[in-house]
Structure formats: C-alpha cells, structure tokens
C-alpha cells in the first residue's frame, strides 16, 4: 500500500524532533561520562598520600580523604569551612597575601606544624575565568626529618660517649664569634673589649691510653671513656660546652667567665686542677682497676678571638705532655712563635738539602805528636736569609721529622767523596773520617742498602769512613741493630762510640757491638783537674777498652794539662779546641 504523502513542513518537523532527541541523548551521555571521570579523579586524588585542597574565597571547596583521615573529620565538615579552621595561621596569613599581591602560578613551600605533626605545605594560587583558587598540598614528614635528626646526631655527636663531638664544637666558637658584643672585632683595638668577657678552652688529652686499648682491649678503654664523660660532665658548670675531640682527646669552653683577666685565669685553673684531679682516681673497669692521667692546655681568649684557640689549646696541652704530662699548662704566644720558628726551619731545611746549602767542617784528630791522622765530619747550615744555624737546633728537628736520613746520607756521600779524592794523594792518602750516626738511620730498614750504594758510587778506600753512634743505641732493639752493623762493617767501616760514659751502655751490651773504636765524653775531659773521680773514671775507661781490643780517642780537650795527663793514663788519640776548631774545608787544606 502507497504512503500518503507527507507535506513538506511535517517532514521539517519531523527531522527537527529527530535532531533534538539526538543532540538531548548526546547531551546526556557526555554528562554522565564527565561526572564518572570526575569520580575516577576523585577516587585517584583520594588515594594519595599527600593531603589536597582547592579552596576560593577564603573557604574549603573541596578535599582529598588523606586530608580527611589526617584531621579525624568526614569530607563534608571540610568542604565549606573556612581556611583558617583547620590550618595553622602562617599558612592562611601567606594565603591572604599572595591573593592581595596577585602573586598566581608560583609553587610555595612552607613548613609547619599541626598537631605536632611536622608537615610541608605546597601552596599555589592558580587563576581561573577571572577567579583565583588555592591549590593546597601538605605532606607529613616526620620519617624526613627523623632522618635528618639522625643524620645531624651522627654528624654531630660521638656514638659512644653521645658528646657532641668537633663539628658542634666549632659551630659553638662561630656562634660565640657571632655574639660578640656590638658585633666588633675584640682584638687589641676593639673599643668595646672592656666590657667584654674571657673564654677559656681546654684541651684534655689522656696519658698512655692507647697502652689500655693494647694490653684490655678496645672494649675496657670504651668503659673507660664513658666513665670518664660521667665525671667530666659531673664537674661542669651550667653553660660549660664539653665535647669529645678526638679518639682520647676532650674540650671544654668555658664561656663568659669574667671580665677581669685574673679571675677569669682563676676560675679556669680551679676547672682544671678539679679535671686532672678526678681523672687521676682510679677507674674499676670489670676486676680490674685502671689508673690514668692527663695533659691539659689551656687558651684563655676573648670572644672573636677564637679562630686560633684549639691550635693554641693543642701547643699548650703538647708543652704539657713534653713537661712530664699530669700537668696543666696555659697557651703562651712564645710558644707559638717557637712553633712557627720551628716549622720555618723544618721548611728551609728541605730546601736546603735540595739545593746543596748544606756544608762539612772537620775537626782534626791529633796523635801524641799532634799530627793530624783523622777527622770528624761535622754538618753545618748557612741559611741564605737567617745566617749561620747552630746543628744544636736544626740536627733535633732532623730527627724528630725524619729528615735525618736524608741529611745522614747526604753527610755520609759527602764524606766518602772527599776520602775518594784524598786517597789519590800520598798527604792525605792515610786519613779517616768520622761520621755521626743518628738511632733513626740504624733503625731504618734501607740503611744497609744506602751505605752499600754510596760507597761503590764513591769509590771511597775500605778502611777509611768510620760511623759514630752514641749510647742511646742500647734503648733500642740492640739485636737488630747489631745485625745491620755487622753488614756494614763487612763493607770496609769501622765503628766508634761516642760520648761514652754519659749513657745506658754495660760491657755486656759493648761485648756484642763491633767496635773499634771509643770516644771518651768531653765532660770527664774537662774535669780531670777538678776531682779525682773523673781521673780514675779516665784510666778505668781507657784500661777497659785496651782490653776489649779498642782505640781510645779523647774529645774535648783543650788544654796542655789535659793533653798531658790524657797521654800518660795511655790514650793516643786527641780532639779538641786545643788542636784546632772544626774547620770549613778551604781553611783544613792549609793545614794539612
């Protein structure tokens, strides 16, 4: 059957209720795809650790459940509260000052504490259609800064003893810097220094503690620190800085003591004597009772004075320990310009083995005739800058740096090349010469090695080069010792002892020595007119060493009474003043 026919406005309208019911189905379905993804993103943000708010005119429009299940309170309470219900007022105040300083779009970090829960809030204003909006986000962050704390602790303060430990001590000196009254400078100058009061440091270090560790064992000497912290911490007035320095080393300031110089030296002297007191008592650690003492130094300073007191506290505490430990000494600017003196020498020395600076006098050695038959070898410093050094001073720090073995081998080289050019010389073919030997050079394990070099590299005649060495040989490990001189005297050396008489040495020590030769001490020298020991002491000492098969040469003389009765108790060998001075090598060739 044929369709009637449908008019043209029927068909229009027909199509345009077509088009609204599709457009209205199309509106609807996109509105609920919005409000489910609008859950969907709400249900993401709600899992979040972090706490979120979006907030407008000063009111809550809406909140994560973090932030909900943090203040204990349902959504809904949150949503249309005022900021400043729940957040602290340096959030809101900040809140209120970037909408009035239109300040959009940069991310703030600020962090507070809510109910004594630190948190760190992200806040940012971001507009929208003309309206601003705040975007909160807070993070707790307790776990951080427990970390923090404890990453400060561990840097900061000594895991035994839980003393702060030096970085704190010098964070406390910046800070008493920092304090210092009108903020000047309380130097000499420093208009405001009278008014100013004295600090005082002290430096503690324990006598021979390591020997506990060695012979107890590192868990005894842990006991005894703690102990130790204890009675230090006991005896401390309220505001007094006590820290664990080093392994067995502990400061104190003393901060703010007087303005009086003589009290503030009192106070610090009572602290002082009332610390190295209570370390002197005895210590039971288990069944056993440990007994120690300490060196103290002591720098009394004002404040913005302290950039130099824990290296003035250090010279002082080590003048203690060189005046017998147990003691106390205070800082005293003349030590320190000991010191600098000291490390000044200790570097121009360097210097001047690197560039030759260094020259050998020679004492001659006369025989009853006083003809010259021998020489001792005598280094001698002529600084380019300071003048002539006396060894007295640079010999000891050569020693005590280890620049002796350096120095000892370029004395021994010197030596054996001038013994090398004699030989070529029927005048001076017979000459020996003596070199002193320091304990540091025996002791070292290349020693044989460098004497063996030096004397092929020379060329220099066996029988010639003669070492020196003093008594201080018999504190050492003698056997080892022994050994080494024995190797080198299979090289063509012979051996003196020097200074004999004065030392540790027994005959049964000299018996295992291969020497040749003995030097008896200038003292007893010159003394043989004043006493009669001295002269029994000299023909005791030249019988001895007659028998043991031993040269005797006598130091130190310097008179014709001396030479005469040297001769007569049957010693054959003469050095001294009354022969000549040591001499540079230009001055000996016009008298050999």
Known sequence: ??????????????????GEHSIRKHYYTSLQEQ??????????????????????DGFFMDANQTSASFFKLPKEKIIGSAYASLLPACITNKITYLLSEKQYNCALMLET?????????????????????????????????????EIHRLGNYDPLTHLPNKNMLKERLYGLKQSCSKGQDCGVSCQYQ????????????????????????????????????????????RGDFLCRFGGDEFIVLMESLHVDLAQAISL???????????????????HTTHLCSSSIGVVIFRKGQQDDVIKQAEIAMYEA??????????????MQEAIKY????????????????????????????QTIIALEALVRWNHPERGFIPPSEFIPLAEENGLIIPLGAWVIKTACLQLARWSLEEKTSSLTIAVNLSIKQLQSDNFVATVERILKSTKCPKGKLIFEITETLFMGDVDAIVSKMRNIKEMGVHFSIDDFGTGYSSLSAIKKIPLDELKIDQSFTQDIKSTDDEAVIIHTIIGMAKNLGLRVVAEGVETNAQFEFLKNAGCHVFQGYLFSKPLPFEALKKIL
């Open 321 to 334: 320990k060189n005046s017998g430990r147990n003691t106390i000494r205070f800082y005293d600017p003349k």
């Open 1 to 18: 059957m044929k369709k009637p026919f449908e008019s043209p406005q029927s068909l229009r309208d027909k199509i345009i209720g077509l």
């Open 113 to 149: 504490q809510i109910k004594k829960v630190p948190i760190e809030f992200t806040l940012q204003i971001i507009p929208f259609r003309d309206t601003p909006y705040v975007v909160l986000f807070g993070t707790d962050i307790t776990e951080r800064k427990q970390a923090e704390e």
């Open 342 to 369: 000291k490390v000044a020498i200790e570097t121009s020395l360097k210097r001047a083995l690197k560039k030759n600076e260094l020259e050998l006098y020679y004492q001659p050695k006369v025989d009853d005739a």
């Open 194 to 237: 009278e008014g100013c009061k004295y600090s005082a440091l002290l430096l503690i270090d324990l006598d021979h503690f390591k020997e506990l560790n060695d012979t107890e064992g590192h868990n005894q000497g842990d006991l005894f620190l703690k102990e130790l912290t204890r009675r230090l911490g006991g005896l401390l007035a």
């Open 35 to 56: 409000f489910e993804e609008l859950e969907r993103f709400r249900a993401i943000l709600d899992q979040s650790k972090e706490m979120i708010f979006l907030g407008k």
């Open 268 to 286: 610090v002297e009572s602290c002082a004597y009332a610390i190295k007191t209570s370390i002197n008592q005895p210590v039971l650690l288990g």
